[in-house]
């Protein structure tokens, strides 16, 4: 792709007086955006690789690739469960941005090992990840076992005909896709919201079971007016919602015994 040969992309959702994101709060009431009010997409099981979905209208979607502005990218995030096999609605234990440091949300260390999390504990309350095995991969090379904590970043792409953002949670098995995407594009010089992606599905051979991955390109670009419109109808408005500041999650775990983390965020 070039800069200089831009594919502009007539995206409805951008069109002049259709805010998406307006018009959904004000049908709230005022009240503000959740994750729970946007449409999510999950990378199928069992190494299907056609994307299925349904929107908050309840039509019924299955594509061979999702394509569209990259709106939104989050930073990595890193959950450890206090069980293998939590379930919707469980809450974490742990939470990290960086992989480094680590906020305790939860109580329950399920089959974790208690005496072990709380000798990496810092005096500010932090735990350091790096003294924590759960956190990182045991071996090296083949055969090697990926951390116990799930890593997970969320890819929000708007569709030519869709009003708002579809929203795909990608796990560590594609992680690497999308920092290949993202180093192309800023290779081309280019904010993602001004990207046109397409993002499609490989199935893969697992140990216990077939699995699908992400793939990723660039298609095209749109101009810098269209870009910035992105960037101020969907990338400021609903980065945060997608993937709030850990520290915000952890002021409010603190104060409620709901769980901080939706429920899209399970283990995969």
């Not at 939104?72 to 206090?82: A, S």
């Not at 992400?214 to 945060?240: C, H, I, P």
Request: hydrophobic content about 35%; some cysteine.
């Amino acid at each position: 792709m070039s800069n200089d040969l831009a594919v502009v992309g007539s995206f409805r959702a951008l069109e002049e007086g259709n805010s998406a994101a307006a018009l959904l709060e004000a049908n709230l009431g005022g009240a503000a955006l959740r994750s729970s009010d946007l449409t999510w997409v999950k990378i199928p099981t069992g190494g299907a690789t056609r994307w299925s979905w349904s929107n908050k209208a309840g039509a019924e979607f299955s594509e061979k690739a999702i394509a569209g502005l990259l709106v939104v990218v989050t930073r990595p995030e890193h959950i450890l469960w206090p069980h293998k096999d939590s379930t919707p609605g469980s809450r974490p234990l742990m939470l990290s941005a960086d992989g480094v440091t680590a906020y305790k949300v939860g109580s329950d260390y399920g089959d974790l090992d208690a005496n072990h999390i709380e000798a990496a504990k810092r005096d500010d309350g932090t735990y350091d990840c790096r003294k924590i095995r759960y956190f990182q991969w045991e071996g090296s090379g083949p055969g090697s076992k990926p951390p116990r904590a799930k890593s997970s970043r969320v890819l929000g792409v708007l569709r030519e005909e869709d009003n708002q953002p579809v929203f795909v949670r990608v796990p560590s098995t594609s992680l690497r896709a999308v920092d290949d995407l993202l180093r192309g594009i800023t290779a081309e010089g280019l904010f993602h919201f001004r990207s046109i992606v397409e993002l499609t599905l490989e199935k893969r051979k697992g140990q216990r079971a077939d699995y699908a991955v992400l793939v990723t390109k660039t298609v095209g670009s749109v101009d810098e007016q269209t870009g910035l419109l992105a960037k101020s109808r969907f990338t400021d408005t609903m980065t945060n919602i997608v993937c709030p500041p850990i520290e915000d999650r952890v002021s409010r775990s603190r104060s409620s015994s709901e769980s901080t983390v939706d429920a899209d965020s399970v283990p995969f």
